[in-house]
């Protein structure tokens, strides 16, 4: 279907050449690597460019990359965070590519002013629809976020949706002995 549609606008894809941003951590450099991999077995060239996490943070809300592997994984327990990613004015992924959607922004207010939590859900399955057909952005995998800790550690519990901030919570952790 890519080499069909490369076709239809006058390109082969030895034309492309594409540079990724990628962190320099292997759950996103793995995945990068993987990505240009298969575009390249299709023709096209594909540089990965590997930086530190802040640079590439920074690169993603101003929109300094060609392409970019980025990891986005907080399972949130209110969908309206959504807003703050993909809507217009939000502070993260779409500010750095400009990205706005009318409908897309509809959908996410009728879903903040919605208290019904089943019309909530199913206005927030139009918004991953919409995103999905509109593909600003290209959802590869989804990975679940692991926690461990040892036996003689007390009082540490995972809070739900707040994902890679459950560690913020250390205050209320002890050592038993």
């Known amino acids: 279907k890519a080499k069909s549609l ?19 951590i292997s759950v996103h450099s793995d ?10 077995q299709l023709g096209m060239t594909v540089t990965i460019q590997q930086q ?12 300094e990359y060609q392409m970019m592997q980025d990891g986005l994984g907080e399972p949130w327990q209110d969908p309206d ?3 703050t990613f993909f809507g217009t004015g939000g ?3 779409a500010a750095g590519v400009n990205f706005s959607d009318s409908q897309l922004d509809q959908l996410l207010t009728q879903g903040r002013e919605e208290t019904d ?6 206005i927030y399955k139009q918004v991953e629809q919409r995103l ?4 600003p952005w290209i959802f590869i995998l989804w ?3 692991a926690e461990a800790s040892v036996a003689a550690m007390q009082g540490y519990a995972h809070i739900p949706g707040v994902g890679l901030a459950s560690e913020r919570y250390f205050l209320n952790v002890w050592f038993k002995q």
């Open 132 to 135: 999905f057909d509109l593909a």
């Open 52 to 63: 530190d996490v802040p640079t590439l943070t920074k690169r993603r809300t101003t929109g």
């Open 143 to 145: 990975r679940p976020q």
């Open 31 to 40: 995945t990068a690597q993987a990505v240009a991999q298969q575009l390249q």
């Open 6 to 24: 490369l076709q239809q606008v006058g390109l082969k894809p030895s034309d492309i050449k594409l540079d990724c941003a990628v962190a320099n």
């Open 117 to 122: 939590n089943a019309k909530r859900k199913a």
């Open 81 to 83: 965070m959504y807003t």
């Open 91 to 93: 502070a993260s992924y």
